[in-house]
């Protein structure tokens, strides 16, 4: 592919040969400076992308930072230009492949594979630093030069490009790579150098153990899906050391991964060491330039980083047969503590107190009476049925209320526990020794009522209470629906928490959370089964519904995080 015409003209400096590659994130040409004769590669922009003035000016931003970026393991941007629609990076032109490259002709040895892992994270510390976020971390983007040295490339071009958006798609191109996107990047989050933590750990997962963490024959929005709500495939095959600051940057969980690159590199140094023998780094071949003095601390370190006590990841697989690579490895292993007291007594004791109050909950829902005590009723009717007894109406039609004398205004207010759900009113009409009034409810409260609800009729100084019931279905109505559709809602959003707790993650606000779920799904089941029987609501038996509710809830969220913790606490005896 030539170089198109609107390039060469941006460019008149240069000689622009064919394109090298190309990308979601553009096409690179070949290039040499006519005056220095230094050879460069020519990235061009997606134009479609940029020819917004927010996302150009963004960008202008962008590139006058990436141009002050000076560090060995970053691709230095030469210039930048843009002229009419295009944008376009001049930056060193990498002969040397790229780290997918190697990989898959003849492949990278641990050493190798670490020390590809700590040049990548100091060029990603350097730009963190500098408040550049890569966004796009990949093999394919780590280039070696002539000498071997990996530089990282790309470096700002995804966050610009999804400025305004999420990084999940654009114009359906899935951007931020799925197999190594971070799950508060693939959920369209805030974003911090720990998403570009979590990238770089998978590359290294990979280098290391020949596959990715999560299955990727399913498509990219499979994959973006499993990064969001899945822990990852525990590594197989690497000695536990390095294994366990791999699974420790690749955290689902903020607080439990690495929230920078330089502590991953420091610790992966320090894992290197201990598994590999002093002098790895020099003996892997792959040159690794300014680390700063914590990263040095870690490679003259002669322990393995300990795993943080909020670590929330599975436990790393280990080899089954001794790995010939750890240093100092003991013959036999040491034996498992003692195990901590059991606490399942403790669990099946709050469960049955949660089963308990659900069985409150359901009692009580049933036992809503059909009719609410109102005084004894006067001498009205409505639509011909006299207000001593509950009175089914058909709302979309309108109510004719008749009674004795004349009352002038005539008010109709219904409502539920107390909830007002709809009011009519008119000027009540002469007819013979009485009156009559024709009351048509707004439409939305037709919509709203269900089964049966409590109505109020004010006829000029007097009020007179009684139940009205609909003639239509209830689940036709909000009450009945939108109950149902709020207690599913309660429902299955407690139990993704609860799964959240089962799966060794931390649920934030369970404490809270899970006890206002419950509530809701009292107060929703209450009203649900109350509309369905067509009973009356009552608010005493809607509060112990919802006390109940809470009360269930709580103690399965009790029981489910001191199970967890007690799984999290033993050791697994293998």
Not at 428 to 441: I, Q, R, S, V, Y
């Amino acid at each position: 592919m030539s170089a198109p015409a609107e390039l060469v003209a941006a460019l008149p400096q240069y000689d622009i040969g064919e394109s090298i590659g190309e990308g979601g994130m553009g096409v690179v040409f070949a290039g040499v400076h006519r005056t220095l004769g230094r050879s460069v590669a020519i990235k061009q922009l997606p134009w479609d992308v940029l020819n917004h003035a927010a996302s150009s000016e963004l960008f202008d931003r962008e590139a006058r930072v990436l141009a002050s970026l000076d560090h060995p393991h970053i691709v230095p941007v030469y210039d930048y230009v843009r002229t009419g629609r295009e944008h376009l990076l001049v930056m060193e032109r990498l002969d040397g492949g790229t780290v997918h490259s190697r990989f898959h002709g003849g492949g990278v040895s641990g050493e190798q594979a670490c020390a590809i892992g700590l040049a990548m994270l100091a060029g990603l510390h350097a730009a963190h630093r500098a408040g550049v976020l890569h966004l796009d971390v990949k093999p394919r983007n780590l280039l070696f030069s002539t000498q071997g040295v990996v530089k990282v490339a790309d470096f700002g071009i995804a966050r610009v490009i999804s400025e305004g958006a999420t990084l999940v798609t654009h114009g359906g191109e899935i951007l931020g790579t799925p197999a190594y996107i971070a799950p508060e990047q693939a959920m369209g989050n805030a974003l911090s150098p720990a998403a570009d933590v979590y990238a770089a750990g998978t590359v290294l997962y990979e280098l290391l153990s020949g596959r990715l963490p999560f299955d990727n024959t399913r498509g990219a929005i499979s994959m973006m899906r499993q990064h969001m709500f899945t822990d990852p495939q525990p590594i197989s095959g690497v000695p536990a050391p390095i294994a366990g600051v791999v699974m420790r940057s690749l955290a689902r969980e903020l607080e439990a991964r690495y929230r920078e690159a330089e502590s991953f590199a420091a610790d992966l140094a320090a894992a290197a060491t201990v598994v590999y023998g002093p002098g790895w780094l020099e003996r892997s071949g792959v040159p690794v330039l300014h680390l700063t003095p914590r990263v040095i601390g870690g490679l003259n370190s002669a322990t393995a980083p300990s795993p943080p006590v909020e670590a929330r990841t599975r436990p790393v697989a280990r080899p089954q047969t001794p790995d010939p690579t750890l240093v100092g490895a003991p013959s036999n292993p040491p034996p498992n503590p003692p195990p901590k007291p059991d606490s399942s007594a403790a669990v099946l004791w709050l469960r049955l107190a949660a089963a308990a109050a659900a069985v409150v909950l359901v009692v009580l829902a049933l036992l809503n009476p059909a009719q609410l005590p109102h005084p004894a009723a006067g001498a009205l009717d409505l639509g011909g049925s006299s207000l001593a007894a509950p009175v089914e109406v058909d709302l979309s039609k309108p109510l004719v209320l008749t009674g004795p004398g004349n009352p002038g205004r005539v008010v109709l207010d219904l409502s539920a526990a107390g909830i007002p759900l709809g009011s009519a009113a008119t000027e009540a009409k002469p007819d013979g020794n009485g009156f009559t009034a024709e009351l048509t409810l707004p439409g939305v409260a037709r919509w709203i009522v269900g089964g049966a609800v409590t109505a109020d009729v004010r006829t000029g100084t007097a009020t007179q209470t009684f139940t009205l019931r609909t003639s239509q279905h209830p689940l036709a109505s909000a009450m009945g629906a939108g109950s149902l559709i709020l207690a599913l809602f309660a429902l299955a959003y407690l139990e993704s928490g609860l799964r959240t707790i089962r799966s060794g993650h931390r649920w934030r606000g369970a404490a809270a959370g899970g006890p206002v779920l419950g509530l809701l799904f009292g107060a929703a089941v209450w009203l649900c089964v109350s509309v369905l029987r067509v009973h009356e609501p009552a608010a005493g038996f809607g509060a112990g519904c919802a006390v109940a509710g809470a009360l269930a809830a709580g103690l399965v969220v009790a029981a489910a995080r001191r199970r967890a913790s007690t799984v999290v606490s033993r050791p697994s005896g293998r």
